[in-house]
């Protein structure tokens, strides 16, 4: 869980470091851009979050963590190979369904992992994974930039976003495999 809670918090470091980078040199106006792209992102979470709670009653968590982990990654990959402000917004919007969906799977999956008088220490050992991924993420993300955005910036924002379902999946197979209050 630590890890998939790393994935998730090293791609949002991205987007006001180098993704703001990314649009600055693609567009007119980057900020600008960013900033619709944070709207947007905010404004799908605000809107789909009631609607996400009342389907994830009806669809199994694996299958769950599979689509957001497919909304994510077309979403950095639309982002990637983007030249559009319109095209930008529309992987926002695909990146923050991604993130409505897998986010509240890794608390669920993370409370699933201790026994109660524990959760709070796996909760904080998860957390620190996000901690860790907005402190090194603008550095590592930046470096890889750098060198150069789509050969391999891009593939390693992608890897990440599929490992961020993929890792929860394992966990989620494993707790039910091993009957802790799964």
């Known amino acids: 869980m630590f890890f ?3 994935s998730i918090n090293i791609i949002e ?7 703001a980078l990314h649009l600055t040199e693609v567009t007119k106006d980057g900020p600008n851009a960013l900033a619709s792209m944070m709207i947007a992102m905010t404004a799908t979470i605000l809107i789909l979050q009631p609607i996400s709670i009342k389907i994830s009653k009806f669809v199994k968590l694996n299958v769950q963590l599979i689509i957001g982990s ?3 990654t077309v979403g950095i990959l639309i982002f990637g190979f983007s030249f559009s402000v319109s095209i930008f917004i529309l992987s926002a919007i695909l990146l923050a369904i991604g993130e409505l969906i897998i986010a509240p799977k890794i608390q669920v999956l993370t ?3 201790a026994p109660e008088e524990l959760q ?3 909760f904080a050992f998860t957390t620190m994974g996000g901690n860790l991924a907005f402190f090194l993420g603008p550095t590592l993300g930046g470096l890889l930039y750098e060198e150069s955005f789509r050969s391999i910036f891009i593939p390693f924002i992608v890897i990440i976003g599929i490992s961020t ?3 929860a999946m394992v966990a989620n197979i494993y707790y039910k495999k091993h009957n802790t209050s799964a």
């Open 120 to 122: 709070t220490t796996a």
């Open 165 to 167: 379902g993929i890792t």
């Open 111 to 113: 409370g699933k992992s």
């Open 70 to 72: 497919i909304f994510y």
């Open 4 to 6: 998939s809670f790393f």
């Open 13 to 19: 470091a991205q987007y006001n470091t180098n993704f």
